[in-house]
């Protein structure tokens, strides 16, 4: 099983940005822990600032992994080209917050991901991705 990690914008920031709401880990040591945790998948991970970066991604991988996971941060909220991005590819995507959404500002409460998603996974800090990992071995 071959698995894409995509994360979006700031999430390069994680253990240094708001402690509070993301934790002290960095995403990169994470991974680490990710990739021990799960030997038997072949997991890549892919971060970027840039919209257009993401949408490439999602549709280089969209057609031949498994699954990609993506935690699209605050693109999920205004990026009508990554949630048709989404939708365009093959490949099953899982929408993935360390944060819940739905506590936070209002803005966050609408993602243009999930109606292209096959699911959404959120509020449980970094274990958001494991367990987006463990849907795809269900």
């Given at each position: 099983m071959k698995l894409m990690?995509?994360?979006?914008?700031?999430?390069?920031?994680?253990?240094?940005?708001?402690?509070e709401v993301y934790g002290n880990t960095t995403f990169e040591d994470y991974f680490?822990?990710?990739?021990?945790?799960?030997?038997?998948?072949?997991?890549?991970?892919?971060?970027s600032n840039i919209e257009g970066e993401l949408i490439g991604?999602?549709?280089e991988v969209g057609f031949g992994y498994d699954g990609i996971i993506l935690n699209a941060a605050a693109y999920t909220h205004t990026s009508v080209?990554?949630?048709?991005?989404?939708?365009a590819v093959e490949t099953p995507v899982i929408e993935v917050h360390i944060s819940n959404t739905h506590q936070r500002?209002?803005?966050r409460h609408v993602s243009y991901i999930s109606p292209g998603a096959k699911g959404v996974i959120l509020g449980f800090g970094l274990q958001s991705y494991e367990l987006a990992i463990q849907s795809f071995l269900g």
């Open positions: 990690i995509i994360n979006g914008p700031n999430l390069n920031l994680l253990g240094k940005r708001e402690p680490k822990t990710l990739q021990k945790k799960f030997p038997q998948i072949e997991l890549e991970y892919y971060q991604k999602i549709q080209g990554i949630g048709d991005a989404v939708k500002e209002e803005y």
